[in-house]
């Protein structure tokens, strides 16, 4: 059971380069001002640390926890042909909930507090983010393999997960996961992003991610994958499209003219040699929303968001052979401002009156040490080990790096994953 909400009075943290007092009342934070006093608050001792924005994975896969290290050092197609795909075919709902649970473990202790899923058994995984207190918004990964039939039970299934949806806690919200162009009919995509429209919801899948996918694309419809959407009339404002490594300067026009938000996931971009020059800066300058994501943890191969900011940062800069592109301030932003455009949550800033989602990060630390500039050390020298506290939604979920249940959590976690493998 996580902890129930509370008063929380975060005393003498640096903010903004300042030194303030934070107050929390319910899930809000309800004042920032010097010398708050509050004698009925939880007191949290901010000296030293540095009150952030929650981070915002906006693409993974949580329960492939269970696969970490399991397959490693294959090509995409090969590796979810062969490894992922029939074992996934074999995963219970206890597998998914504790894998789920182990993802919601490991991004509470790197200071993730809302994260963009797409999985399979989508209520194990609301389960989890129930029982650790994150806050999630959740797909279900959707395959037809241009199959009329399966696409008909695919709209079903939809239908049955939306409706259900109302049954979660506000903390969880509901998506479209259809797979990839490769995996799931043109039909099915498009009646899929008439239904996210129809009921103001996102739609998330993977696009343009390998050179393959692109041949693929080219092959079976004569068009690269983003044309290809834009011609079915899949482009939206409700799409978020992850990886779209491989695009040219008409398809980013594409993407920002029809409002389609992007997520870059560096690790298994590179764990898979999918590719690496990927367009940040120009999708940016389109007007395209770029948020970061550490993707499943089988092909990143950890929920690490400081370290795939490190990742997103040094790969812009050296395939482009420029040292001043995408600093530490863009890369922070696209780990939480950017989170929230994408999802339009209200969260991704620490202001009066938004809710409390807020880390402390701990600057009593060798590679945090000088701190001549915060945000450069909490880039490129640091990782989730920096983070102390973690507050969701007002909740305390994790204090001097202590989360409650951790030790039964990660047991119940390795049983599940070996047994699956054994299966």
């Not at 708050?36 to 949290?44: F, M, S």
């Not at 039909?187 to 996918?213: C, K, N, P, Y």
């Not at 041949?215 to 779209?244: C, D, K, M």
Request: glycine share 8%; charged share 25%; net charge negative.
């Amino acid at each position: 059971m996580i902890l129930q909400r509370n008063m929380i009075l975060i005393k003498s943290v640096e903010l903004n380069g300042l030194t303030t007092d934070i107050l929390i009342a319910g899930n809000r934070i309800t004042r920032i001002a010097p010398q708050i006093e509050q004698p009925d608050a939880t007191l949290i001792d901010g000296r030293r640390k540095v009150a952030l924005p929650g981070f915002m994975n906006m693409h993974t896969h949580s329960a492939m926890t269970l696969f970490r290290g399991f397959g490693d050092d294959m090509p995409l197609m090969p590796w979810l042909e062969q490894k992922i795909w029939p074992n996934e075919a074999k995963l219970t709902y206890d597998d998914v909930y504790w894998g789920a649970r182990l993802a919601c473990l490991e991004m509470i202790r790197s200071g993730t507090t809302t994260f963009f899923d797409m999985y399979h058994k989508l209520d194990a995984t609301a389960h989890a983010v129930e029982d650790t207190g994150l806050r999630a918004i959740l797909s279900e990964a959707c395959f037809d393999h241009f199959n009329p039939e399966t696409a008909a039970k695919s709209k079903r299934n939809i239908t049955e997960r939306f409706k259900a949806a109302s049954a979660y806690s506000e903390r969880i919200g509901f998506a479209l996961g259809p797979h990839a162009i490769y995996t799931v009919s043109g039909e099915l995509l498009r009646w899929s992003i008439d239904f996210a429209t129809d009921h103001g919801v996102l739609m998330q899948m993977h696009l343009a991610e390998t050179e393959t996918e692109t041949q693929w694309s080219i092959e079976h419809t004569g068009l690269t994958p983003v044309r290809y959407l834009r011609s079915i009339g899949v482009l939206s404002p409700r799409l978020v499209v992850a990886h779209v490594l491989h695009v040219d300067d008409e398809e980013i026009r594409m993407l920002a003219d029809n409002g389609v938000k992007v997520v870059h996931n560096p690790a298994s971009n590179m764990k898979l040699a999918s590719g690496y020059r990927f367009k940040f800066k120009e999708m940016r300058e389109a007007g395209v929303t770029v948020a970061l994501g550490t993707d499943g943890c089988a092909s990143s191969n950890n929920l690490d968001m400081i370290e795939v900011m490190k990742l997103a940062s040094l790969l812009g800069k050296v395939w482009r052979g420029d040292t001043e592109a995408l600093g530490g301030e863009e890369m922070l932003r696209a780990a939480t401002v950017a989170g929230a455009e994408l999802t339009g949550l209200d969260v991704g800033v620490i202001a009066e009156g938004r809710p409390a989602d807020i880390i402390l990060i701990d600057l009593r630390r060798p590679e945090l040490t000088p701190n001549h500039n915060f945000v450069s050390n909490l880039v490129f020298s640091a990782n989730g080990s920096c983070v102390d506290t973690v507050i969701c939604d007002g909740r305390l979920l994790m204090q001097g790096r202590k989360v409650e249940n951790e030790d039964e959590t990660m047991e119940h976690a390795a049983e599940a994953a070996y047994n699956l493998i054994r299966r």
